[in-house]
């Protein structure tokens, strides 16, 4: 595992979510759950970021700034689908300001279910994300870009 | 002298932001003149749908119009519809709405007491509050089923009942809950640093708020005696309460109301099983909702409003929600208005802003 692999940074973007899966990530950051026991770090900036979790669906205003936050993550990156809205709409996909799920603008690598995500379901999506990243590393790697 | 007037973009993705909002701060010097808001990140149009959702489905839509206040928006929905069609809801379903309704506060309280100590960097204060708050969705995910998204109330009553043993039990656990806040508040409410960013902080005069139109907390925090709960809607007419006001009209005033709320909130929880009353959670429904009605309620953050309109068939016509944010941004514009540029984080932090509530 290379270094970074150890202490992957995480990057939340709430598209338009209801703030129940926000809270759930937040959760999960915190004591009880602790997802910093596998180096996980909450950052503010895309610039740090390894993995990028995003909550809740598309729309017009938003699409460009999590487009935006996207090409600011330097690659190899993962992104998260967090909730049902994120990965496809969720119950709000009728709505005329939905326009879809978070793959319709960025690729997204792993969805996690729920609505409102549990805390665990989170804990398994970036341990997968983490799998996700090493691959990509190791492609890179293999790539001769070092 | 003053100097050249810039414009700093604030948000839409910022640290101490977890939701998107985006601010344009004209400032001069290092002085806030105007703050001009511009919101619409995260709307949804979810109001629209009642046209193709019936009335007693749109109640799982109603609860995601927010995932914090989310059982609070599912109760005045059903008490719209209720209110609409005459229904009479039974006593003991009123009483678990009411204690599902201030667990709720609880949590959001908790929630942006934590939010909060973060943002100004104070990370074990955040993490304690955040340890605070699981034992409230302990006992919300224990009597519900479900941690942020409960979806137990149904037009018509509840769906799920609380047995009296799992009520005395609570009362128990809620004694060491308390005794936790009591360790925070202490905190909140003393420490130097926080106290240097508080005071004299994001000031909303008790005219202004009242001019402006602010509710929950933030009204309280100006001196206004504004409760929703006061008008007796759920339990609320059997318990004695008052709200909780201060008049410091600043960010600790607003810091000060929040973290006494805990404690009233489990005090009225604390009233709510002494007066448990006995009998069905809900009654059978039937036809539909016709004519329109004003449905109100206390979130945490302050009074929301369900407007609701139906014309005799499964579907609503019309569903119209006021939330609390949105009715305190203009008050959050003036407390800009004059505000040091490195104040602005924590100003806006304040009010406690819900993006996902004011847009939808
Ligand atoms: S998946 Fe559910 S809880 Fe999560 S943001 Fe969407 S509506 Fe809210």
């Excluded at chain 1, 939340?12 to 004591?31: F, K, Q, R, V």
């Excluded at chain 2, 995601?64 to 059903?78: A, D, E």
């Amino acid at each position: 595992m290379s270094s970074a692999g150890k202490s992957p940074w995480l990057l939340h973007y709430n598209a338009s979510s209801c703030n129940g899966c926000d809270i759930e990530i937040l959760a999960a950051l915190t004591p009880l759950y602790d997802v910093e026991r596998f180096g996980i770090i909450n950052t503010g900036n895309p610039a740090h970021a390894d993995i990028f979790v995003v909550t809740g669906s598309v729309n017009e205003q938003n699409k460009e700034v999590l487009k935006n936050l996207y090409d600011q993550i330097p690659e190899p990156k993962v992104v998260l689908a967090v909730g049902i809205c994120a990965s496809s709409g969720g119950v709000f996909r009728d709505c005329y300001n939905v326009s879809g799920g978070v793959d319709t603008i960025i690729p997204v690598d792993v969805y996690v279910p729920g609505c409102s995500v549990r805390p665990e379901a989170l804990i398994e999506g970036v341990v997968k994300a983490l799998g996700v990243l090493e691959e990509k590393r190791a492609a890179v790697d293999n790539g001769g870009l070092r | 002298m003053t100097g050249k007037r810039t414009v700093v973009p604030f948000g839409p993705q910022h640290p101490v932001l977890p939701e998107p909002i985006h601010l344009d701060l004209v400032i001069e010097d290092e002085h806030v003149v105007e703050a001009i808001p511009s919101i619409g990140y995260v709307h949804r149009g979810l109001e629209s749908l009642v046209d193709r959702r019936e009335y007693s489905d749109f109640v799982y839509l109603a609860e995601r119009i927010c995932g914090i206040c989310s059982f609070t928006h599912s109760s005045t929905f059903c008490q719209g519809v209720e209110g609409l069609m005459g229904i009479e809801v039974p006593a003991r379903a009123t009483y678990l709405r009411t204690m599902w309704g201030e667990y709720s506060r609880l949590h959001s309280h908790l929630l942006w007491l934590g939010l909060f100590a973060d943002a100004l960097g104070f990370e074990s204060l955040f993490y304690n509050a955040w340890k605070i708050r699981e034992s409230i969705l302990n006992e919300l995910e224990a009597t519900t089923g479900g941690r942020v998204i409960q979806g137990v109330c149904k037009v018509g009553g509840v769906r799920r009942d609380v047995t009296n043993e799992f009520l005395s039990g609570m009362d128990k656990r809620l004694d060491d809950i308390e005794a936790e806040m009591q360790e925070m508040s202490k905190v909140f409410l003393s420490d130097y640093t926080l106290k240097k960013r508080l005071v004299g902080k994001g000031v909303l005069k008790t005219d202004a708020a009242y001019n402006l139109g602010a509710v929950g907390p933030v009204a309280r925090a100006s001196g206004l005696v504004e409760d929703v709960r006061t008008s007796g809607y759920l339990a609320y007419g059997d318990i004695s309460f008052k709200p909780v006001t201060a008049d410091g009209c600043d960010g600790y005033a607003r810091c000060e109301v929040r973290c006494k709320e805990l404690f009233q909130s489990v005090d009225i929880i604390h009233q709510i099983i002494a007066g448990m009353p006995e009998g069905d959670v809900s009654v059978p429904v039937k036809g539909n909702p016709d004519g329109e009605f004003f449905s109100r309620s206390e979130q945490p953050r302050g009074e929301v409003i369900h407007y609701l309109r139906g014309n005799g068939t499964k579907n609503l016509t019309q569903f119209r929600v006021r939330t609390p944010t949105l009715t305190n941004v203009p008050s959050l514009v003036a407390m800009l208005a004059g505000a040091e540029l490195a104040d602005v984080p924590q100003i806006v932090l304040t009010i406690d802003p819900c993006i996902g509530c004011m847009e939808r």
